[in-house]
């Protein structure tokens, strides 16, 4: 089956930029999107088809995929931005599958 | 605005069944894929099956292949999950899901632009 593996926590300081990443078998072959996750809550896509924003989502959220890593990046992250994430591809053998998340810390 | 309401979960005892409800609102809902998600306690998110606008083609992960069935009533904006045989490890928060598409083409790589608030199951006896 596919994988794709997250690092389970990421820091940042504020104003600083974090970087996700999400790796995966020839990950750079197949689209990545990224969801933000704060306690609580449903999931929100912040990231579609590698390096999309759906409308909403501010613009220091970017995406990035190639290789066998997709990145999702923070630029001047913010204390909202403290939650987890998780990427998703969709692969033809096993359909849909998720990263097993990353908890950001903004301190 | 795109509203999932899910419904239909609670404690059931292993081996038991449970059908969850998805009532959407604030789109067409004949227009979209729709995927069920599920999320244990303090986990991360699985994704569980989906289906297509016309419920011709549905998918599931291999873990509730033969044991859950999705559907839905285009007439009523519905998505359903019949689960049957349930397990302990069934035990998770689920979510209803709205795929993103293009004039009615799932988006390369299936995101889901909207999402439910999520219903409770426990497998426990």
């Known amino acids: 089956s596919y994988e794709l593996t997250q690092p389970p926590s990421v820091s940042v300081s504020p104003g600083q930029t974090a970087t996700i990443t999400c790796s995966g078998d020839?990950?750079?072959?197949?689209?990545v999107c990224w969801y933000q996750q704060k306690p609580g809550r449903s999931p929100v896509l912040v990231i579609y088809q590698d390096d999309q924003r759906p409308s909403g989502i501010p613009e220091r959220f970017s995406g990035s995929n190639s290789g066998n890593t997709a990145t999702l990046t923070i630029s001047g992250a913010q204390a909202m931005d403290e939650a987890d994430y998780y990427c998703q591809a969709w692969d033809t053998s096993t359909a849909e599958v998720f990263g097993g998340g990353t908890k950001l810390t903004v301190l | 605005e795109v509203q999932l309401v899910e419904s239909g979960g609670g404690l059931v005892q292993p081996g038991g069944s449970l059908r969850l409800s998805c009532a959407a609102s604030?789109?067409?809902?004949?227009?979209?894929?729709m995927s069920w998600v599920r999320q244990a306690p303090g986990k991360g998110l699985e994704w569980v099956a989906n289906?297509?606008?016309?419920?011709?083609?549905?998918d599931y992960v291999d873990s509730v292949k033969g044991r859950f069935i999705i559907s839905r009533d285009n007439a009523k904006s519905s998505l359903y999950l019949q689960m049957n045989s349930l397990r302990a490890e069934d035990t998770a928060f689920y979510y209803c899901?709205?795929?993103?598409?293009?004039?009615?083409?799932?988006?390369?790589?299936?995101?889901?632009?909207?999402w439910g608030l999520g219903t409770l199951v426990i497998v426990s006896s």
């Open positions: 020839e990950l750079g072959n197949k689209f």
């Open positions: 289906i297509k606008q016309d419920g011709s083609e549905k």
């Open positions: 899901a709205r795929d993103s598409t293009d004039d009615g083409i799932p988006l390369a790589g299936h995101p889901h632009d909207s």
């Open positions: 604030g789109f067409t809902f004949s227009r979209y894929w």
